[in-house]
């Protein structure tokens, strides 16, 4: 079946920077591309950012331009999310997903995004100093 | 970022039916497929519905998603006490260029 194996906790000081991984199995890994979800204490799911698998093609939410950047290892059927110069607002559970793709056909151009369907099981990251 | 509006909390006796709500906007809920995920208690969202009313397989037919303008609803019948867990709705929002998401509502089997 169709699994999302994430990496373990991690800690870190402010100003570093974190990287978590995500091995796929059970499905071909660039037919969906992979999503990446935080959420931190308390709070709500807040989308990341997402890489197209089969290209390298990434989009990121502007709430972390510049820190976030989300890359894949095509032989391992892995997927690495990297957040730098951390805050402790970063705190927070980490999870990977599948991305399905969704096609919106506009006027004269359509537009595409992706909805998960399955979710790791989330990696925590605590930032502490 | 915009977000999608949830009541906190659903309470409901086992049997009951429960319904959560979903507000939006034009550039999230009212241009796009609504979606909704469970998290039991302490583990991942699991994907309840798709594209609106949309049963991934194994989802049981007591969970149904519905959509009007820019406002969903997630209905559960037959309360059961497994049904205990955060719900919450996602789409995209094609303004800002992101995933938008309720802040989950707590169903409490009674």
């Known amino acids: 079946q169709v699994q999302l194996l994430q990496s373990g906790a991690e800690v870190r000081k402010p100003g570093a920077s974190v990287k978590v991984s995500c091995k796929t199995s059970?499905?071909?890994?660039?037919?969906?591309?992979i999503q990446w979800v935080r959420q931190a204490p308390g709070q709500r799911l807040e989308w990341m950012g997402w890489?197209?698998?089969?290209?390298?093609?990434?989009r990121y939410s502007r709430d972390f331009q510049g820190r976030l950047t989300i890359m894949t290892d095509t032989s391992a059927s892995t997927a690495y999310m990297e957040l730098s110069s951390l805050r402790s607002e970063d705190t927070a559970m980490y999870y990977c997903?599948?991305?399905?793709?969704?096609?919106?056909?506009?006027?004269?151009?359509?537009?595409?995004?992706?909805?998960?369907?399955?979710w790791g099981k989330g990696t925590t990251v605590t930032i502490s100093s | 970022q915009s977000v999608l509006t949830q009541p906190p909390s659903a309470p409901g006796t086992p049997g009951q039916s429960v319904t959560i709500s979903c507000s939006g906007s034009?550039?999230?809920?009212?241009?796009?497929?609504v979606y909704w995920f469970q998290q039991l208690p302490g583990t991942a969202p699991k994907l309840l519905i798709y594209?609106?009313?949309q049963r991934p397989s194994g989802v049981p037919d007591r969970f149904s998603g519905s959509k009007s303008g820019t406002s969903a609803s997630l209905a559960i019948s037959a309360l059961r006490s497994e049904d205990e867990a955060d719900y919450s709705c996602?789409?995209?929002?094609?303004?800002?260029?992101?995933?938008?998401f309720g802040g989950g509502t707590k169903v409490t089997v009674l």
């Open positions: 997903a599948r991305g399905v793709e969704e096609i919106v056909l506009m006027v004269d151009s359509y537009y595409y995004y992706y909805y998960m369907d399955v």
């Open positions: 059970g499905y071909t890994f660039t037919d969906y591309a």
């Open positions: 890489i197209t698998t089969a290209t390298g093609d990434t």
């Open positions: 034009s550039s999230n809920i009212g241009s796009h497929d």
């Open positions: 594209k609106n009313h």
């Open positions: 996602a789409a995209w929002d094609v303004s800002l260029s992101v995933w938008v």
